[in-house]
């Protein structure tokens, strides 16, 4: 069936002239789609997405699942986290820990442990972010220091038991990166 054939059935489905013809199309369009091999599957659906912005109907054709926002929201893949009162609270929460001018220690994959910073501003882009100026590099950057309840920006160094214990640096504790 073609495309062009497929997307009149799919118009039938959803705008019927008569209830019957609605019902007719509906069983047409899960028979097709029962007979989908994975890829036309997604393809259906990123085309039904682009007609009708279903990015969920997307997200569960490209393996389903969920993912979880930086504020600690469950929500389907592909699509936005819906939870802004929480990343209103954790923006805000960043800003009452961290002070402008603040001495900071960062503890993430693929930096030194305790990686000396000084806190130069916050991130308008992205709620669990803050612009960081370290020591051993030239400019400012924005980098992600909270995630689902794990706070990855310190006012005092980490002894090396608690930064093994905790895992923060994502299981890259003992590799040292040198920039
Ligand atoms: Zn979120």
């Not at 789609?33 to 997307?58: C, M, Y």
């Not at 209103?88 to 402008?100: C, K, L, Y």
Request: proline fraction near 4%; aromatic fraction near 8%; hydrophobic fraction near 35%.
């Amino acid at each position: 069936m073609t495309d062009r054939k497929l997307q009149a059935l799919r118009n039938l489905a959803e705008r019927p002239g008569t209830e019957a013809e609605g019902v007719l199309a509906r069983e047409i369009l899960e028979r097709l789609e029962a007979k989908q091999t994975p890829e036309e599957h997604v393809w259906s659906k990123f085309r039904d997405f682009l007609r009708s912005g279903n990015l969920e109907g997307l997200a569960a054709a490209t393996g389903g699942g969920d993912t979880v926002c930086d504020c600690g929201n469950r929500h389907p893949r592909l699509t936005l986290c819906v939870r802004l009162d929480l990343h209103t609270i954790v923006a805000q929460e960043i800003q009452d820990r961290f002070q402008r001018g603040a001495r900071v220690y960062y503890n993430y994959w693929a930096y030194p442990a305790n990686c000396p910073a000084t806190v130069t501003g916050y991130s308008a882009s992205s709620f669990c972010s803050i612009r960081l100026k370290f020591d051993h590099l030239k400019n400012p950057r924005s980098v992600r220091i909270y995630r689902a309840g794990r706070w990855h920006l310190f006012t005092q160094p980490l002894d090396e038991e608690t930064l093994q214990q905790t895992g923060l640096r994502g299981g890259m504790e003992n590799i040292e990166v040198v920039e």
